[in-house]
């Protein structure tokens, strides 16, 4: 059987060994963080699995090896690298609470409407340039409280720490009502849907 010509349904890619690559780095950020003790570095995991977000993308588009496991993948390991990054933030006393908390409950609201469209058949919304936007600017801003609770250049990166932090947690709490919109949408196709549930979506 011959493969599609735009390989959505390959697993062994290269942009989606990157992403692998970046979950595999959520795990070591942990050990590195709740073993180790090492809040510097665990800041550059962050920095560095957040700031390599449009590598696999990149070459997905690049080598022409988009697969709908890495429209999934890209996504999962955004969402947990933030998510252990202000949990993780939050327990070492580094991220500040009004920054992770709303932070955190954004994140389980949208996981748990994500799950209900997905119970529903409506598969997944695609990511939007605003959300990637706000992603980008907690990439910096929560390495940035790392580095200042580790004593590194600390007025500049607490500073940068709360500029950032505010401006993506503002972004991130918009685009979650832009996304609930998407869902929206994608719930009432299914109920207009033909018999076999299938939705067509709009490119």
Known sequence: MSTPANGSDRILTIPNL????????VGVFWWVLLVDDNVALAAWFVFIIGWTDWVDGYLARR???????????????????????????VIAGVVPLIIGIPLLVREVTLGLLALYLASR????????????????ALYGAIPAFYLAAAGFLEPLMAGLGWFFGTLGLILYWFVMFEYIGDMRLLLSRLESADGHGQVVEER
């Open 18 to 25: 990157v992403s692998f690559v970046r979950l595999i780095g």
């Open 63 to 89: 080598l022409g090896q988009e697969s709908e496991l890495g429209r999934l993948l890209d996504p999962i390991a955004d969402r947990l690298m933030i998510v252990s990054a202000v949990v993780g933030g």
């Open 121 to 136: 058949g409506g598969g997944t919304i695609e990511v939007r340039h605003l959300g990637k936007a706000a992603t980008f």
